[in-house]
C-alpha cells in the first residue's frame, strides 16, 4: 500500500497524494497533495443527518457548524502513543472540518500514510476502499485558504495540504493533514498551507513514527495506523 501527502500514488501527489496508493516520490521539503482513485457508484438512499458536502454548501454549513461545536482539543491514537492536538479558533472552518470529521468518525483506522523524516508525517487517509466510501458519503469539497492568522510552520504545527487540483487559491484536502516534525520549523510553507492546529502533548510520538522505514513514495513499509481520533477536554 501507498498514498502520497495530498497526492497521488496510482493517482499521485505534496504533503499528500493519493487516496489511497501514493507513490509519486517528493522532496523532503515539499507537501503531497490528496486524490482520490477509487470511483464507485452511490447506492445509499439512507436519509442523511447532515448534507452531503460540496463546494457549494460546505462553507456555509461550516460557518454554522462552528457557531454550536466549540471543541478545539483532539487526540489522535496510535500504536506509538497518543498526539494532543489544540486546533485554533482563529481557522474557524478548518477546525470545524476537523471537529466535524473527528465526530463522523472519519478518521478511525486511517493511516499516517506518508513519513518524511526530518520534515513532516501526513495522515488522514488510507488505501483502503472503506475510507473512499466514507469520503463519498461526507461529500467532495475543498476549504479555501487561511493563511494570515500569523500561525506558521513550526514543529508541531498541524496544516492542511492541497488538493490534487492545480489552482492559484491553494485550496485544501479537507481528509487530510500533517505535522510537521522538523526540529527548526517548515517555515518555507508558510504562506502555501493554512496552519490550523499545534501539537501539545506527543512529540515524542511524532518523532518515533518519523523514524519508520519507508518505501521509495515516502508511504511506511509497515502501515502506521491512526486508530481514532477522539475528542478532548
Known amino acids: 500500500m501507498r498514498f502520497l501527502f495530498v497526492f497521488t500514488v496510482s493517482v499521485g ?16 521539503t515539499t507537501v503531497a497533495k490528496d ?109 479555501p485558504p487561511d493563511t494570515k492568522r500569523g500561525y506558521t510552520h513550526k514543529r508541531g504545527a498541524v496544516s492542511m495540504p492541497s488538493s490534487e487540483i492545480e489552482n492559484a487559491y491553494k485550496l485544501a484536502s479537507p481528509y487530510q493533514f500533517f505535522i510537521v516534525q522538523k526540529p527548526d520549523g517548515a517555515y518555507h510553507l508558510d504562506g502555501e498551507y493554512t496552519v490550523f492546529g499545534e501539537v501539545i502533548s506527543g512529540m515524542d510520538v511524532v518523532d518515533e513514527i518519523s523514524k519508520v522505514e519507508t518505501d521509495d513514495g515516502e508511504w511506511p513499509i509497515k502501515n502506521v495506523f491512526i486508530k481514532t481520533v477522539e475528542l478532548i477536554e
Do not use: W
Request: aromatic share 14%; with cysteine; glycine share 4%.
Open 35 to 143: 486524490s482520490t482513485i477509487a470511483k464507485t457508484k452511490a447506492t445509499s438512499q439512507t436519509k442523511r443527518a447532515y448534507p452531503k458536502l460540496t463546494d457549494d454548501n460546505a462553507m456555509e454549513f461550516f460557518l454554522e457548524y462552528e457557531k454550536e461545536h466549540k471543541e478545539n482539543k483532539v487526540r489522535i491514537v496510535t500504536d506509538f502513543g497518543n498526539i494532543d492536538i489544540l486546533l485554533y479558533d482563529k481557522t474557524k472552518f478548518h477546525r470545524a472540518n476537523f471537529i466535524y470529521l473527528t465526530k463522523r468518525n472519519y478518521f478511525d483506522y486511517t493511516q499516517f500514510y506518508r513519513v518524511v523524516p526530518n520534515f513532516v508525517i501526513q495522515g488522514g487517509s488510507s488505501d483502503g476502499m472503506d475510507i473512499y466510501k466514507r469520503r463519498r458519503q461526507i461529500g467532495r469539497y475543498l476549504l
Open 13 to 28: 501527489l505534496l504533503l499528500l497524494s493519493c487516496e489511497d496508493k501514493q507513490s509519486s516520490k517528493k522532496t523532503n
